[in-house]
């Protein structure tokens, strides 16, 4: 059989338009991204074998989070993103004049000791406050009742009800359900503002 005949050149150089792939790749599985999804990202414990398909950005973002997505449902986690991309978080705003627009995940990120109440690890940072003395004593009060702590609890205390809240509240144990998702928050957040006065 002749293969360098004129027929098959024919076939060869016109390929139908419906034939060629659109993409050379899978595409990134974040909720909303269109980009390739040139990375393999480990859907973590008890699934071995299991990736997500993320572009570069996503992956990097995703191994960040890595020990909160970890052991959550797809769906949960798929939500999670969505969440992220339309930034509609509850907010607990306190004398900082943050908007609260962060995820429960980037709430974690975000915190002094994000993981480290899973780690035992300490922190080493301890911001300065920078708002007057009669704003601090709301925001503390705000942050105590949060925590379900009366106003005099010590910084050791703080720590004890902020892990254990984290633990009871943290979507792993939950199935990501949303209502745990919004208090977490409101704890994480209330837990940072105490740490940055060096309450917690
Ligand atoms: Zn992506």
Not at 120 to 147: G, H, M, S
Not at 164 to 171: C, G, Y
């Amino acid at each position: 059989m002749k293969f360098d005949s004129p027929i098959f050149d024919k076939i060869r150089v016109k390929p139908s338009q419906d034939r060629r792939p659109k993409a050379p790749g899978p595409t990134c599985e974040w909720a909303g991204c269109k980009e390739q999804g040139t990375h393999k990202a480990p859907k973590g414990r008890g699934r071995e074998n299991e990736y997500w398909r993320y572009c570069m950005k996503h992956v990097r973002e995703y191994n960040q989070n890595y020990n909160f997505f970890q052991g959550m449902k797809d769906d949960a986690v798929l939500s999670y993103q969505k969440d992220a991309l339309t930034g509609h978080r509850p907010t607990w705003k306190m004398g900082t004049g943050k908007r609260g627009k962060r995820s429960a995940a980037e709430e974690l990120r975000a915190a002094a000791d994000p993981f480290g109440v899973f780690h035992e690890q300490k922190a080493q940072t301890r911001a300065e406050p920078k708002v007057e003395r009669r704003t601090i004593r709301n925001a503390e009060r705000k942050a105590f009742d949060t925590l379900g702590l009366e106003i005099e609890a010590s910084a050791v205390q703080v720590k004890a009800r902020f892990k254990e809240l984290v633990k009871r509240h943290h979507p792993d144990v939950n199935g990501g359900d949303r209502s745990t998702e919004d208090r977490l928050v409101e704890i994480i957040q209330a837990y940072n503002y105490l740490k940055s006065v060096g309450m917690g």
